[in-house]
T-cell receptor, first 110, second 113 residues
C-alpha cells in the first residue's frame, strides 16, 4: 500500500541531545513537509522540500534541520538549540496541493 | 500573507444533530481550500477539497463544504453526526507557489450520546 511512514511513534529526548525523526513515502511525490503540532495552535510548518537536494525553511525552522538526499525520505533532526521540542510532529507529502500525512511522532523531553 | 481562522475551538453536538464548523481565510487570490480530520494521536485525513467550479463540495464520511468568496469562508457541514465523528477538524488554504498549506487552529468536536 502506498503511504507515508513516520518512525518512531514515540520518542524521548534528554536535554542537550539531538534526535532524528524518520519520514518515508512511497507515493512518488516530489514535495515533502514537516509540521509541528501543539495543542490549540494547529499545525505550523517547520521545513519543506519540493525536490531532491533542495529544501526551504518554514515558519518555525529555528532549532531544526532536514535533508533530502532521496525522493522517498525527508528526515527531521531536532537539535539541542530547539528550546521547547516537546510536541507532535507530522510529516506530509503532496502532489499539486493535496497533502497526505503520516501518523506522527510524539517527541517528549525528559 | 495568507491566514486561516477557525473561530470555534470546541463544539459539542448531540448524536444525530447537524454540525457546522466555520472557517474563514485571508488570501489575495483564488484559494485552494481543504478540510482535514484528525483522531487523537493520529495523522490528518483529507475530508474534502475545493479548487474551482461548483462551490458546494462533497467529501467523505457524509461531509460537505461550501465556498463563499464574498464572505471568505469555507464552512464544513454534516446533516447528522455519528459518535465516530468526534475528532479535531482543521481547515487549510494552499497557495500557488510552493504547494504549502496554512492551517487554522482546529476545532475539536465532542459528540454527546
Amino acid at each position: 500500500d502506498g503511504g507515508i511512514t513516520q518512525s518512531p511513534k514515540y520518542l524521548f529526548r534528554k536535554e542537550g541531545q539531538n534526535v532524528t525523526l524518520s519520514c518515508e513515502q512511497n507515493l512518488n511525490h516530489d514535495a515533502m513537509y514537516w509540521y509541528r503540532q501543539d495543542p490549540g495552535q494547529g499545525l505550523r510548518l517547520i521545513y519543506y522540500s519540493q525536490i531532491v537536494n533542495d529544501f526551504q525553511k518554514g515558519d518555525i525552522a529555528e532549532g531544526y534541520s532536514v535533508s533530502r538526499e532521496k525522493k522517498e525520505s525527508f528526515p527531521l533532526t531536532v537539535t539541542s538549540a530547539q528550546k521547547n521540542p516537546t510536541a507532535f510532529y507530522l510529516c506530509a507529502s503532496s502532489i499539486t496541493y493535496e497533502a497526505f500525512f503520516g501518523q506522527g511522532t510524539r517527541l517528549t523531553v525528559v | 500573507a495568507q491566514s486561516v481562522t477557525q473561530p470555534d475551538i470546541h463544539i459539542t453536538v448531540s448524536e444525530g444533530a447537524s454540525l457546522e464548523l466555520r472557517c474563514n481565510y485571508s488570501y489575495g487570490a483564488t484559494p485552494y481550500l481543504f478540510w482535514y480530520v484528525q483522531s487523537p494521536g493520529q495523522g490528518l485525513q483529507l475530508l474534502l477539497k475545493y479548487f474551482s467550479g461548483d462551490t458546494l463540495v462533497q467529501g467523505i464520511k457524509g461531509f460537505e463544504a461550501e465556498f463563499k468568496r464574498s464572505q471568505s469562508s469555507f464552512n464544513l457541514r454534516k446533516p447528522s453526526v455519528h459518535w465516530s465523528d468526534a475528532a479535531e477538524y482543521f481547515c487549510a488554504v494552499g497557495k500557488a507557489a510552493g504547494n504549502k498549506l496554512t492551517f487554522g487552529g482546529g476545532t475539536r468536536v465532542l459528540v454527546k450520546p
